[in-house]
């Protein structure tokens, strides 16, 4: 069985012995080749100059950390003329020269890097007995090679805040691959131009429906087909749908109580009950809406000189949205209390109060 064990090592080493110790275990190792190669010239030599002891991290055993102990050898180089005249001898399949780690324990711990990150990929890494300091994760992951990404065919662009209500920029993500390809500092469409001709091949281009990216687009990839992204159109949809409703507010409201009423089932009740007033309460909602009405004819004189909502927001004290859903439903809202009682109880009333005279009280019989 040790025998199937020390041959799942490494094919270059012979592993001599196995010191199982309170925190690791460590396996003292020769390498099983009797010559080497100079790496200067490629000369083949067996002629050792000296001995040291290496020492290599290596995958975990039994939850255990691994170390193995290298009986390692200098060469002398047999070509008088080649510069290097004394080399370490090389187990390209074990570990690099150098390398404190075996080539496959750097791999587990590189995937637990591009997963986690440096930190916390570190404090995994040490629970799974290949320690990794933080920094030498991201060493690792900065050294690692990529693939250079395909070409994007099809890309989404919009805005996004480097601080949200201050300062945009732009995201250009690959839609086919779900990836992030850029970000760029601001939402003009110079840049966003620039960006598409450096990047040709782009067949289709998502973005919302404002014309800064439209200009950009049709700039920088003018064969390319624009088309609204979904999240937009449900946007516009949504605002288009408050715009209509707003300016029909008494009708859909009447719908609404007529529905109420033909619900409860009785087409004289009062879908608004009558609510207790007083002369100091009604003074009070009475400035309440005025004070509504100067600040919606604010907005409409701002609207006017041509700020956005997101512009009037901060110079009235309100929220975009709230200065958004005034102007779609063109003017400000009537606030009114909500019914003291529930109609849509009434039809009901008197049976589930017998239910509950019966003991019936957990809704399932
Ligand atoms: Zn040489």
């Excluded at 991201?138 to 994007?152: E, N, S, V, Y």
């Amino acid at each position: 069985m040790l025998h199937a064990f020390r041959s799942l090592v490494s094919p270059e080493l012979s592993i001599v012995q196995i010191l199982p110790q309170a925190d690791k275990v460590v396996l003292v190792a020769r390498p099983k080749a009797t010559e080497s190669c100079c790496p200067s010239c490629g000369c083949r030599t067996g002629r050792v100059h000296s001995h040291y002891m290496r020492r290599v991290a290596d995958l975990p055993w039994q939850g255990r950390v691994v170390e193995i102990r290298l009986h390692a050898r200098r060469f002398r180089c047999p070509d008088p003329q080649c510069r290097q005249r004394i080399f370490t001898e090389r187990l390209p399949e074990t570990v690099q020269p150098k390398a404190r780690r075996t080539a496959r324990l750097g791999e587990s711990q590189l995937v637990i890097g591009f997963a986690v990150g440096g930190e916390s990929g570190s404090r995994l890494s040490r629970k799974l007995a290949m320690p990794v300091s933080g920094d030498t994760l991201l060493r690792m992951i900065r050294a690692a090679g990529f693939d250079p990404p395909d070409a994007p065919r099809v890309v989404g662009i919009d805005d996004w805040a480097w601080r949200k209500g201050q300062r945009y920029g732009t995201i250009i993500c690959d839609l086919e691959r779900n990836r992030v390809l850029d970000l760029l500092p601001d939402r003009n469409a110079h840049t966003v131009a620039s960006w598409l001709k450096r990047h040709p091949g782009i067949e289709v281009i998502a973005r919302d429906r404002a014309g800064v990216y439209a200009d950009g687009a049709r700039r920088g990839a003018p064969d390319a087909t624009q088309v609204a992204d979904r999240w937009h159109l449900l946007q516009n949809l949504g605002e288009a749908l408050r715009l209509a409703l707003g300016r029909h507010r008494k009708a859909v409201s009447a719908a609404g109580k007529a529905m109420m009423a033909e619900m409860s089932g009785d087409d004289d009740a009062n879908p608004e009950p009558s609510v207790e007033t007083s002369p100091k309460l009604d003074g009070l909602r009475r400035s309440r809406r005025n004070q509504r009405s100067e600040l919606y004819a604010e907005v409409l004189d701002l609207r006017t000189t041509g700020m956005s909502p997101r512009q009037i927001a901060p110079r009235t004290g309100m929220s975009v949205r709230t200065v958004e859903r005034w102007l779609a439903a063109g003017g400000e809202p009537e606030h009114r209390r909500p019914p003291a009682r529930s109609v849509l109880m009434d039809p009901f009333q008197e049976y589930l109060e017998g239910r509950w005279q019966e003991g019936q009280r957990n809704g399932l019989h």
